[in-house]
């Protein structure tokens, strides 16, 4: 009796182990995608198509194009995240998304920008990309990199955008855009070929720390911190939000650029908001590295409240 309460109990444990494999496997599944606990990098989930690409100027696509002796496992050129164009060399993106370009030679990375299709936009060459020295892969924290392009984004359609200063205020219940090319929900298959926008609303912190402490606790056994470099927004009954593929782009108040797409778990979920990196907090480390690059970037006071 004893011997078959053991066979038992082992056969139990072995479920247990699988099913939690299999949710570790969804929850951090990631494709320079937002980060997808959902985990980086939703065409924007309930959102809508943009039609002209001058209102956004600053968006940009890190894709890798198809080079028959390099990337034979691509039927086509791919997307892989979203990216902010902030001088004429520089773009802002996600590190997540750095670290998984690196699979791939940096010669066939690109940066598109210039139209509303990432497949049409003006291709830039890399010259190089730092991912944050304190990024930490499994608790997000400090998810930011910056690209620097061999070819400025000087073409049709291509601008930089203002970046939030460290006095900035990022208050509550404001309403601000998300923009990407990624997923419409998370049943798709590809990312979007026209780029959409979609708006939230800023999350209180403590709030948003704790719905993701108790969800996590009961998705995956623990919990995972919002910090404090971190800004959650969404909508309250869900279906707003980013998702695969919109990783590194965009998150704007009125024109400043305040946010990059980090993680989040499940896509437009309620109560699961999107989770952002704070551009405002690493405006030192955005300049220490522009110029260690040689290429120094001048910012402008923009503090908007």
């Known amino acids: 009796m004893k011997s078959i309460l053991i066979l038992i109990l082992i056969g139990l444990l072995i479920v247990n182990v699988v099913l939690l494999a299999l949710v570790l496997t969804a929850v951090f599944k990631s494709s320079c995608t937002r980060r997808v606990r959902k985990l ?13 690409i001058g209102h956004f100027p600053y968006m940009a696509a890190l ?5 028959d002796d390099l990337t034979d496992d691509l039927p086509d050129d791919t997307l892989q995240c979203g990216a902010s164009i902030i001088s004429r060399v520089w773009a802002l993106t996600a590190a997540h998304c ?24 003006h291709r830039h060459r890399i010259d190089n990309w730092i991912y944050h020295p304190r990024y930490h892969k499994n608790t997000m924290v400090n998810d ?15 601008a930089n955008i203002p970046i939030a200063s460290p006095t900035y205020s990022l208050k509550v219940n404001r309403k601000v855009r998300v923009l990407g090319w990624g997923y419409s929900d998370p049943s798709s298959q590809e990312p979007q070929s026209a780029l959409h926008f979609v708006d939230v609303f800023v999350i209180k912190h403590s709030v948003c720390k704790h719905m ?7 998705t995956i056994g623990e919990s995972h911190l919002v910090s404090t470099s971190m800004f959650c927004a969404g909508v309250k009954e869900g279906g707003k939000d980013a998702c695969q593929f919109d990783s590194g782009g965009p998150i704007i108040d009125t024109g400043l650029l305040i946010g990059i797409v980090s993680w989040g778990l499940g896509c437009g979920v309620q109560n699961q908001p999107g989770v952002y990196t704070r551009i405002n907090l690493y405006k030192e480390w955005i300049m ?8 120094p970037l001048i910012f402008k006071a923009v503090s908007k409240n």
Do not use: C
């Open 40 to 52: 980086p990098g939703s065409r924007i989930v309930g959102g809508l198509r943009i039609s002209n």
């Open 63 to 67: 894709i890798v194009i198809k080079q």
């Open 98 to 121: 750095i670290l998984l370009l690196k699979e791939f030679p940096r010669h066939a990375v690109r940066v598109s920008a210039g139209s509303i299709y990432w497949t049409k936009g």
């Open 288 to 295: 220490t590295t522009s110029k260690k690059y040689k290429a």
């Open 212 to 218: 993701y402490e108790q969800q996590l606790k009961i």
């Open 144 to 158: 930011i990199a910056m690209v620097k392009v061999k070819d400025p984004f000087n073409k049709k359609n291509e």
